[in-house]
């Protein structure tokens, strides 16, 4: 069955090869299969919250954290995009450009260029912008950067939210949206107020 799911602008449309990963074959709505996903979401959560080795900036653990949240919804949770996306790289360019990532992201901590926050949100920009698996990279990149700030640097993890579901649309979705363009082009201070630094 195909679903026509009505994604918000600023996400990115699966196409119908990425369409045939999912597990679900009666979803025939956007609500559908945002529930599904919620759940997974949950279950994922808890592994996260049970597993005791966190390597935050490790390729492995990545993948495999984006396939504990998804897993159970998309086939190709954990495996890197394969096709071009209205947002993100090349493809081809994925594995190099995270690679460059966590070396950046390892340096920063090691000489404390930047503030825990800071890299925290630097860090979410980056792999978003990168934009690594066919779905799932906001709620993802969000996942990750509150467990490198909170079991990595023993901090507290980012309010994103504030109250407000970031999933649809809203006044802070088009914020972090419009602050994540800026951050494209270099200009950090949007996403900063975003989240309050
Ligand atoms: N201009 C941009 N630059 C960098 N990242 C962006 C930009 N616009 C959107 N994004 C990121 O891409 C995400 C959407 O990608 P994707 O659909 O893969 O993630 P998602 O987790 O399914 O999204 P959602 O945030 O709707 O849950 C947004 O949440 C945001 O983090
Ligand atoms: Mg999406």
Redesign the pocket.
Known sequence: MTVSID??D???PLDPGEMEGLRYKHVTTRGELDHLEQVNIQNGLQWLARRKKIDALDEKFIRELHKRLFGEVWKWAGEFRKTEKN?GVDPLQISVQLRTLLGDVEYWIENGTYKPKEIGIRF??RL??I?L??????????ILADTLLNRVLGEEPIDWVRGVD??SMNER?SE??TA??K??RGDYDPLFKFINL
């Open positions: 994604y918000p600023d996400a990115t947002l979410h920009h978003v912008h934009h698996f066919p779905n799932g990279n906001g709620r993802h990149a969000r970031l999933q979705r972090y949206i994540l363009g951050a494209d």
